[in-house]
């Protein structure tokens, strides 16, 4: 069985416009809410710290780094995903990355089944399914899928559809979630596994940057390998 986590632990996630940062010490959570994405100022940084403050902590006092995997936000992923590399690094604790809709599936409190949703762009939604047993406790049944809107019904298969952050039908839904970070103990620890590779982790952004496609579709060939388009 995985070991539980120590007990100074920053959580990051940045997969939706809304992200979130956590940290989690034995006296309990210090959380903050950021609002992410284009039109915005990046305070994730900020938001660290503030967190970090108010749990009279400093950075190289972090024992272990929590990062949403995603997918989602090609340009938040990242952002968030260089933050944690950097802590972890500076700090010489490991760096944990857990999937970004299994995060959001912490705020659920009815057990049952279920199936969050997520903007995947281009008329798409990132979809991940979880049952959460008796305990509480948050289990992915299956891989995070990408389907168009009208399949969602079809994928849930008699499981409560869940929004991340924003639907693009509101009335569709009977249940909308922000992404959560501060309740990530709520995870089934079979999730956490092995800590990822500073050197080489990335996120799973789950498509390709906006940019990369639109340089492939003017050039009419693939991106070459090692080259990179702007970030979308």
Excluded at 3 to 28: C, D, I
Excluded at 44 to 72: H, I, S, Y
Aim: aromatic fraction near 4%; hydrophobic fraction near 50%.
């Amino acid at each position: 069985m995985t070991p539980p986590l120590p007990s100074r632990v920053l959580v990051l996630e940045a997969s939706t416009r809304a992200g979130a940062v956590a940290v989690l010490t034995s006296a309990g959570a210090v959380s903050r809410a950021v609002a992410l994405g284009a039109g915005t100022d990046d305070l994730l940084w900020a938001a660290v710290m503030e967190a970090l403050a108010e749990a009279g902590m400093r950075a190289n006092q972090v024992e272990a780094v929590v990062c949403g995997d995603g997918p989602g936000s090609f340009t938040s992923l990242r952002i968030a995903a260089a933050l944690a590399k950097g802590v972890a690094h500076g700090a010489g604790c490991p760096l944990y990355a857990v999937p970004s809709l299994l995060l959001a599936a912490t705020v659920l409190e009815r057990p049952g089944g279920y199936l969050l949703h997520a903007d995947a762009i281009r008329g798409e939604r990132f979809a991940q399914a979880v049952t959460i047993d008796a305990a509480g406790v948050v289990e992915a049944q299956g891989p995070v899928q990408r389907l168009p809107w009208a399949a969602l019904d079809a994928a849930a298969m008699g499981r409560v559809r869940v929004a991340v952050v924003a639907s693009p039908e509101p009335d569709a839904e009977g249940v909308l979630v922000m992404p959560a970070a501060h309740r990530i103990g709520r995870l089934d620890p079979r999730l956490w596994g092995a800590p990822v590779p500073l050197a080489t982790w990335e996120p799973a952004y789950g498509r390709l940057a906006e940019a990369q496609v639109q340089w492939e579709a003017r050039h009419g060939i693939p991106l070459p390998a090692g080259d990179a388009a702007p970030a979308s």
